[in-house]
Every structure is written in structure tokens, then in C-alpha cells.
């Protein structure tokens, strides 16, 4: 499976999931139309920064929800 540093929430991202691997590090399994793979942050840091890229703020995000 592909592996990468750093990923961005996009239109066709179906999922991302936690997936704890080895020493207890915990990647991200990211299903997006067509492909599956890793990237090494959690979720919630893909969130954030997926966020901050479309110019948006961490706490209004966090109110809307």
C-alpha cells in the first residue's frame, strides 16, 4: 500500500481512518476515489490542516459541528 507524508481532505475523499501500526504510531488509512492508502499523521491533524488550506478556522469549524 502507498504511504505518504501529508494529505489534504479533497471532494473525493470517502473516509480516513485510524489505523495504529507498528511502536504504537497511529497513521491514517484515506479511501479516496480510486485509490486507498497511509498517510503518516492522524486524522484529526489531516482535518486541521486540510482546515487551514482551505482557509478556514479550527474553532469556527469546531462550533459548526
Given at each position: 500500500?502507498e504511504?505518504?507524508?501529508?494529505?489534504i481532505?479533497k471532494?473525493?475523499?470517502?473516509?480516513?481512518?485510524s489505523?495504529m501500526?507498528?511502536y504504537?504510531?497511529?497513521?491514517t488509512?484515506?479511501?479516496e476515489?480510486?485509490?486507498v492508502?497511509?498517510?503518516?499523521?492522524?486524522?484529526?491533524?489531516?482535518?486541521?490542516?486540510?482546515?487551514?488550506?482551505?482557509?478556514?478556522?479550527?474553532g469556527g469549524?469546531?462550533?459548526?459541528a
Amino acid at each position: 500500500m502507498e504511504t505518504r507524508e501529508h494529505y489534504i481532505n479533497k471532494q473525493s475523499t470517502y473516509v480516513s481512518i485510524s489505523l495504529m501500526v507498528e511502536y504504537g504510531y497511529i497513521f491514517t488509512k484515506v479511501i479516496e476515489r480510486p485509490s486507498v492508502f497511509l498517510v503518516k499523521i492522524q486524522p484529526l491533524q489531516i482535518i486541521r490542516d486540510s482546515i487551514q488550506y482551505y482557509r478556514h478556522d479550527w474553532g469556527g469549524a469546531k462550533k459548526a459541528a
